[in-house]
DNA sequence: CGGCATGCTGAAAACGGTTTCAGCATGCGC
DNA sequence: GCGCATGCTGAAACCGTTTTCAGCATGCCG
């Protein structure tokens, strides 16, 4: 195994040369005569010369790569977070290592252990609920491997800053938006919460506006179901054909509002006339969706990008440990209007033997 | 750096056993009696002990990583992929970096190198289409560095494997349902085809069904446009405001079917009506759009398994160099029917100073 | 009961870099 | 012209693990 492959000390044999000194012209080039330099330089280039990462990283103590754990890449938003961190990371000679610990606890402590034996030098996690062994595993090596929780803006309890934004914030907002439009009746399809405090949060933020309102949210009124378009389908299906509808859907994902948009639609709802329905996370289908997606902006490449930025300094020496809270707008699109006066036509029982009823 | 952290050798002195009988309880346990791995087993529980994958790496000649680089992880085709990929490769003990190349051959030749350097034991790649100097450095280290490429059937001057699938066949077919139907006046927005050889055999899948039929594509009826809903959109204002719009927009991908789907709607057109349009990678939103979109699904989440799979069996020892083309089914939605007989009153010219043209 | 496989275990040599430390010029000041 | 500080360079130790090789029991067979 690599038997062929050209190693530092062909290149200092080549170059007439010591392998100190091919090693301080790749690592500190200051140090060496610029002729040298040039000279090494060129066999280096002409032997096809690649240096050998895990001896590296063996004898300096760094691997130059980061690690990070998302619950799925399936779902866009963390895909362009990924997207962005990489990119960023790449800027400062990290490489990176992913994991997706799809929302189970248990599966993301293994990669993380996993991505501990891979000498990473630093984790991006995303939400502040982790078991503790993780952060065990993290303090294991000394120094401690830097980490930082992004999507959330909790500080507390957590020995890693964050680099996130408010979910309970950003629910209650668009919660207040439709409050103000007038609805009363409005329910919420949430991701599973269990494990999960993004989804959590967003709960916890519709609720905060509702009782604001005094208004109270519970199931049949709030269903929790997988983030996937099908399930925002048949979660709309379900609340609409509820003896008393909501007017608008909270959606915790922008899938689930896309399908409850479907959903509407298949029930012969015009939305928003009929229904106003919300997204969250702003895919780059949101906008163009039919109608228009009124949902909240989570700055995913904004957190990638930070999220290196402080990586890429922790590994290198001690970094301020300051937790970041970005913006997450409300955007306000054609999804959201005010509450249909009665309830729509298409709603109404088949049979108008109760007319008094269905007009109340 | 890692000066706490605990080694073999701790481990080997805790549990009176030397450093060789460790490793080998970790690494091929049936050599070691049952008692002596059971008590090493346990201090090395109690230690906290988690092996340093750099030096596993530089004595052992593997890395137990494997890279792959993709154009960009915002389109969820992609990511789909690269989710699946890492799933498989975790459950064969590999761990993934990631990168991306922007469509960019040079980045993509500087990634290359950068995993390399990582001691990667594989390489995914995307397309067939790569600068001769990312073969080189494959083939630099001893054995070479096992690779596949992925997004095409092409099985000529690459030296290594791909496991894809049909671009030109799938948009061939998604266009004879459009001749089928009767359209006549077909146009396409393709993504941008340099460097890009899926991009350009989807071009040509289209050029070959058209000219089955003695029709020809050629501009103002194909565009090239980044692969964005935005672009989508605009690019199907542009083709529908022309003198004689076409009756069917064929789009390189679902983003920018999503847009043209969206520039329709600007335009009062309803689809598939009075225009048919197609998408191409069947992504989540396809289904739920409105229309549902008539698209192609691309396998990939497949991919990325069958990748995984070969990869880790090539970092074991040779591994059979097979080309796998996978299924690419059109799948017939909504968003195609038969042509208008008319030229739509929304496409008429507003003036109707001459009607007989206009009713031609 | 002795000799010989057989099977575990430990000592030590890689693996390919980085980094410390010492040595050797070189250039400067006197 | 000599001594000394300065700055490059090279020799060698070291990073943590795997793996080869030899040695030592042990068990089996004759």
Known sequence: MRDAAVTIRDVAKA?????????????????????????????????????????????????????????????????????ALQQRLDAHGFALLVASAGYDAAREAREVRLLLERGIDGLMLVGAEHPPAVWALLGRRAPAVPAVVTWTSAVVDIPVPSIGFDNAAAARRIVEHLLELGHRRIAMVAGPTVGNDRAAARVA???????????????PYLSERPYTVPDGHAAALALLTLPDPPTAIVCGNDHLALGALAGARALGLAVPRDLSITGFDDLDFAAYAEPPLTTVRVPAAEMGQRAAEYLAAAAIGPAPLVGTVLEAPVMLRASTARPPSRVPAALRPPRCDRPASALR
Chains 1, 2 share one sequence.
Do not use: K, M, W
């Open 205 to 219: 933020g519709v609720r905060a506006a509702l009782a604001a309102s005094g208004l109270t949210l519970a199931p």
């Open 15 to 83: 170059a007439g040369v010591s392998v100190a000194t091919v090693s301080r012209v790749f690592n500190r080039p200051a140090l060496v005569t610029a002729g040298l330099r040039a000279r090494v330089l060129g066999t280096a280039e002409r032997l096809g010369y690649v240096a050998y990462g895990a001896a590296r990283a063996l004898a300096s103590g760094r691997s130059r790569a980061v690690g990070a754990i998302v619950p799925t890449l399936d779902n866009q938003v963390f895909a362009v977070c990924i997207d």
